[in-house]
């Protein structure tokens, strides 16, 4: 099998996960990588062990070895990354968001379908089985009727001041903060599992920490990088925020997120209430599924080859009590996405998990309707979102 060319645009904090994952495939080369100059592209390249470094993405997107590219550059660089790799003919997998907002999410989801290339978005907590059984279960309706969606995504990597990050910059992060971050992966897993769609929000959102300060450069996600005199800047995108939803089947809904909550690591929870049962996921106790009663006792399904369901068994590749974690969730994704870009793109043919441009436009449609809410005094907002005609 002839293994298919990959290529990196924005060698940060998440790109080594992207290029271990593809890796982990094996029928996929890393070709290359492309950053912001060439010496420091350079750098990363030998740190992660890719023969060509290009300090100028254009020129990767000119190297006819590659057939896919990752886009893992800061938010703002997504469209314009994005349209030229569609341009180029290359398939597109891309860090979330996919968008600054639903114009530009809109505007890509329209030129990856006319392009008919393959686009994927990394929502990864899809790939991991359990979050697949729990969507079989309900899709199966063990639960009956889902009456409550609700949960919460905590951090603490921002509860310094002297963290500072282009997530907190909006002319680089967007006008969201945490919202967009991490409160888009909960809402896509919300989603995703119960099977039903937001539409609607009432939103309250906080700056905990309005004085950040800068040593002139962005820390990357998790870390406290930097030295030297820092400045005080002022920042305006949320830190933490609560919202509750409305669902398009009636069901309710409720979750918060926050990334300056000491001793709350990635503290992602989704719980699912249906009539008959309810299941509840933990991100940190990722390989359980806890499942509750009212008529009998609670229990929690390991993950386990011999015990999850036809759907989830794909996404199992240990043995039971072998623990399986986030990284093997986003290889997940990854194998989905090349599989589907292997047999060309089909979009009938894209597995149930994979997210695609659809969704990230879909992602930057919720945020959107969450600041409108907050912005307008904390009302209701409809979420404004065209279906794919």
């Known amino acids: 099998m002839k293994k298919l060319g990959m290529g990196l645009i924005g060698p940060g904090f998440v790109a080594g996960h992207h290029i271990d994952a593809v890796r982990r495939l094996g029928d996929v080369d890393v070709v290359a990588i492309a950053g912001s100059s060439q010496a420091s592209v350079e750098k990363k390249a ?15 997107l000119a190297d006819p070895d590659i057939q896919v590219v990752h886009n893992t550059t ?54 991991n089985p359990l979050v697949q059984q729990a969507r079989g279960m309900i899709a199966a309706g063990e639960l009956e009727r889902v009456s409550f969606v609700h949960g919460h995504y905590l951090q603490d990597w921002m509860s310094d001041p002297n963290v500072y990050s282009w997530r907190s910059d909006p002319g680089k992060g967007g006008l969201s903060s945490a919202l967009g971050d991490i409160g888009s992966h909960w809402c896509d897993l919300a989603e995703h599992v119960s099977g039903l769609k937001i539409v609607s929000v009432l939103a309250d959102l ?24 820092r400045v005080p800047v002022q920042v305006h995108a949320e830190d933490l925020a609560s919202v509750l939803l409305r669902f398009d089947s009636g069901a309710k809904g409720s979750f918060s997120v926050g990334q ?9 929870q989704l719980e699912v209430n249906g009539l008959a049962a309810s299941l509840k996921w933990k991100q940190e106790q990722q390989n359980e599924l806890w499942i509750g009663h009212s008529n009998r006792s609670n229990s929690v399904m390991d993950k386990d080859p ?28 990854m194998r989905d ?4 870009i292997r047999e060309g793109a089909n979009m009938e043919a894209k597995p149930a998990m994979l997210p695609t441009f659809d969704d990230g436009y879909r992602s930057t449609c919720l945020v959107e ?15 404004q979102y065209q279906p794919v005609a």
């Not at 989830?312 to 590749?317: E, F, K, M, Q, T």
């Open 46 to 60: 030998r740190e992660y062990k890719v023969d060509r470094a290009y300090g100028d993405y254009h020129a990767l």
């Open 74 to 127: 800061p938010n703002h660089l997504h469209l314009p990354v994005t349209l030229a790799a569609i341009a180029a003919g290359k398939h597109v997998i891309s860090d979330k968001p996919l968008a600054l907002n639903p114009s530009e999410g809109l505007e890509l989801r329209r030129a990856a379908i006319a392009a008919k290339i393959g686009h994927v978005v990394t929502f990864n907590y899809r790939g």
């Open 206 to 229: 906080t700056t905990v920490i309005p004085i950040r300060y800068s040593a002139g450069g962005s820390a990357e996600a998790f870390s406290q990088k930097g030295g030297g005199e």
């Open 260 to 268: 300056v909550l000491p001793g709350h690591k990635n503290d992602l």
């Open 306 to 333: 011999s015990l999850v369901s036809k759907v989830a068994l794909p996404y199992v590749h240990l043995p039971g009590g072998h623990q399986e974690a986030w990284a093997d969730a986003f290889c997940n994704l």
């Open 337 to 340: 996405a090349y599989g589907w």
């Open 369 to 383: 309707a969450m600041l409108k809410s907050h912005a307008a005094g904390g009302v209701w907002q409809e979420v």
